[in-house]
């Protein structure tokens, strides 16, 4: 019997925080070794099992998988979370295609100047509601199902409900103007496996807030995840390093 698939990354959210949201969703229990430190990392590579020497990195069915979108595919495809075809999975991608963008700016933000978190939040904003929850409100009303793609639950639905509960985090009202996402919300949210991922003590991780980018063990680590290079998050490391991968 093959053993709970292992995530290697910070205790932060970043780049992983997909994979935790769809293993749950499909009810894989999963363990989690966290690269708190530039040696952690450095043993890694030493062993061979960082294919392109950065993580996110998942063993799981034998294999020590990198490269962000290539894990989260096959955990959607082990566990019939995307589509019944290849139209199916066209549109699932698009979706997920809209989302990531979406959360790759809201995950940066935390990494930013003071100065320039507020223009980006305005931004981030802007962007939900007039590029992003649009489209998916649009699908929803259109078709009338419950999901985004067929009649059964898929990565889309999961990574949308997490982009849209990141957005929430940066504008508690955001969801106000979209009645067809507020419903999808609620009825994703309901979703056993998911409910159980929201509970408290879950391994789902809180949002990088200025304190825990300061504080955490693992602050040299912190990254600027949009533009894929980590950068020094405290005053005794000033070089940016190429430490996390950026898909």
């Known amino acids: 019997m093959a053993g709970k698939p292992k995530l290697h990354y910070t ?3 970043g780049k992983m925080e997909s994979i935790r949201w769809l293993l749950a969703a499909a009810g894989v229990e999963f363990e989690e070794q966290f690269v708190e430190t530039k040696e952690d990392l450095e043993k890694l590579r030493k062993d061979g099992h960082l294919l392109f020497q950065q993580v996110p990195m998942v063993e799981i069915d034998g294999m ?7 894990i989260l595919s096959y955990i959607a ?6 589509g019944k075809d290849l139209k199916d999975r066209a549109l699932i991608d698009m979706y997920v295609e ?4 979406l959360m790759g700016m809201i995950m940066y933000l935390a990494f930013q ?6 223009k980006n939040l305005a931004l981030i904003i802007e962007r939900a509601t007039t590029r992003y929850f649009p489209v998916y409100e649009k699908v929803l009303k259109d078709h009338g199902q419950e999901f985004l793609v067929g009649n059964h639950v898929s990565w889309a639905d999961v990574h949308l409900l997490e982009a849209i509960l990141m957005a929430e985090e940066c504008k508690p ?3 106000s103007p979209f009645p067809q996402l507020k419903a999808f919300k609620g009825r994703i949210s309901n979703i056993p496996t998911i409910k159980k991922f929201l509970q408290p003590g879950s391994q789902r991780k809180p949002p990088a807030d200025d304190k825990f980018i300061a504080e955490s063990p693992d602050a040299p680590l912190k990254l600027s995840e949009h533009r894929g290079e980590t950068e020094c998050t405290t005053e005794r490391c000033s070089k940016k390093n190429p430490m996390i991968g950026r898909m």
């Open 11 to 13: 205790k932060g959210r």
């Open 64 to 70: 020590k998988m990198v490269q962000t979108r290539a």
């Open 77 to 82: 495809g082990k566990y019939n979370l995307y």
């Open 98 to 101: 809209g989302t990531t963008d």
């Open 113 to 118: 100047p003071p100065d320039a978190k507020e």
């Open 173 to 175: 009202d955001i969801l």
